[in-house]
């Protein structure tokens, strides 16, 4: 069958209709948290941010990068697995609770956190090798700025991008059906886009370009509020909390945008069917 966007759309609004109170827990496991533990780390503040870049020579940050590099990994691994968890809560024929799911989901998630960073650096390497052995090390540092070498650039991005829309469907299709493995759930994906691949790919674009709106948007007032107030201010606290809605937001489109998609692939048939 054919990935019908418009339907799959509809399908993502009835799935978050009929488990809201489900994924609202799993936006706590997944958003919520990672926010509160990178909230503890000051490198990760705005306002660390802007002064680092304001003066970089003067202004330090204490501590060692084996923190913030140690708390983003174990982020990373929370947010995927939430992912996989809810994934498998509101794909499940039958469900088993939350423990199991949170369960699962940690295991399939780190596992499907380690497939997208292998095949990103694989993607990544293959896109610089060819500007590396063209111009060398040193030349390929002096082209950023060149016409032609921002035109690769733009190209490699949608290239990217079109990738990722042939491999939208591979963390649905793993929690889903329950599957550890994630590789055999990217070539399903790519099999299973074949023939939207190119309306999924404008789907997706156009879709980026809605969420970066708002978040040029946030980021500039972040931004003009730190500069004009003291810390902790209370419309700095708002701003804070309209991050946090976004998160959850774009967390929310993460989950239920792919699983909507995967419903309008299923061949007709039972559950129980199509996902023995």
Known sequence: ????????????????????????????????????????????????????LADPFTYRVGGSITGPLYLIGIVAV????????????????????????????????FAYLIVNILFGVA????????????????????????????????LVSLAGSWIGARLCLAGAIMGTRGKLDPFSAFAESWRLTRSAQWRLFGFYFLYGIIVAIPVFGLAVAHGAIILSSAPGSTIEMAISFGWLLLFAAYFLGQILIPAGLLQTVRPAGTAAEVFA
């Open 123 to 154: 993607v990544g390497v293959l896109a610089i090798l060819p500007v590396v052995v063209i111009v060398g090390a040193t030349g390929f540092a002096e082209s950023a700025g060149h016409p032609l070498f921002e035109a690769y650039r733009l």
């Open 1 to 52: 069958m054919d990935i019908e966007i418009k339907r799959g759309l509809a399908e993502a609004w009835g799935l978050a209709s009929e488990h809201w109170r489900t994924l609202a827990a799993y936006v706590g496991l997944g958003v919520v948290l990672p926010y509160l533990l990178l909230s503890s780390e000051p490198i990760f503040s705005l306002r660390t941010i802007l002064a680092i």
């Open 78 to 109: 929370i947010v995927a697995g939430a992912m996989l968890a809810a994934w498998n809560a509101i794909g499940a024929e039958i469900r088993e609770g939350y423990i199991s799911e949170i369960m699962y989901g940690m295991v399939a998630g």
